[in-house]
T-cell receptor, first 119, second 113 residues
């Protein structure tokens, strides 16, 4: 089955530093990847849609300068949390849809998530 | 805008019994897809079942089945013969041709031995 690898699984950083999270589709090409944020015992909140070769589309209220997304290839998208603050501490999950972006009937495949703690 | 509502924050069921999780959604779209995802304590999101809106027949996957009522915009998940491994958060999700997933608020299910 389709596998999405997310790295790192856990990261602790100091306030003011930047952290990069990688999301890779291992056995399929993903034109579109999605980045979610999840607070404890809450649902997944879509942050942005990452499109290969073009700029990401951010959801309302998500700071694009703070959460930098790069989708340089069909198998890799990265999320960089810049100048991290304690309130950025959360669980971040990436996902990818197998097939072309027009294949909207394909389910999402999720990475295992990254727990970010900013001290 | 699309919204997905799960009105049961927490539920419990005895092992081997049947439980139904509810989900309602609101959309003006006619072509869309509905999913149920499971998130165990490991936090990995696992696809449980999916339903195409244009299909009348309810989807089934082994012990999991859905009751899809398009007119009522309802999409409930029935888990039969509940097992301890079914303990998890369950999220209902809606996807349309706009290429975005919308998740419900989740239902925490506990299977009691």
């Amino acid at each position: 089955g389709a596998v999405v690898s997310q790295h790192p699984s856990r990261v602790i950083c100091k306030s003011g530093t930047s952290v990069k999270i990688e999301c890779r589709s291992l056995d399929f090409q993903a034109t579109t990847m999605f980045w979610y944020r999840q607070f404890p015992k809450q649902s997944l909140m879509l942050m942005a849609t990452s499109n290969e070769g073009s700029k990401a589309t951010y959801e309302q209220g998500v700071e694009k300068d703070k959460f930098l997304i790069n989708h340089a290839s069909l198998t890799l998208s990265t999320l960089t949390v810049t100048s991290a603050h304690p309130e950025d501490s959360s669980f971040y999950i990436c996902s990818a849809r197998q097939g072309a972006s027009s294949s909207y009937n394909s389910p999402l495949h999720f990475g295992n998530g990254t727990r970010l703690t900013v001290t | 805008a699309q919204t997905v509502t799960q009105s049961q924050p927490e539920m419990s069921v005895q092992e081997a019994e049947t439980v139904t999780l509810s989900c309602t959604y609101d959309t003006s779209e006619n072509n869309y897809y509905l999913f149920w995802y499971k998130q165990p304590p490991s936090r990995q999101m696992i696809l449980v079942i999916r339903q195409e809106a244009y299909k009348q027949q309810n989807a089934t996957e082994n012990r999991f089945s859905v009751n899809f009522q398009k007119a009522a915009k309802s999409f409930s998940l029935k888990i039969s013969d509940s097992q301890l491994g079914d303990t998890a958060m369950y999220f209902c999700a809606f996807m349309w041709t706009g290429n975005q997933f919308y998740f419900g608020t989740g239902t925490s299910l506990t299977v009691i031995p």
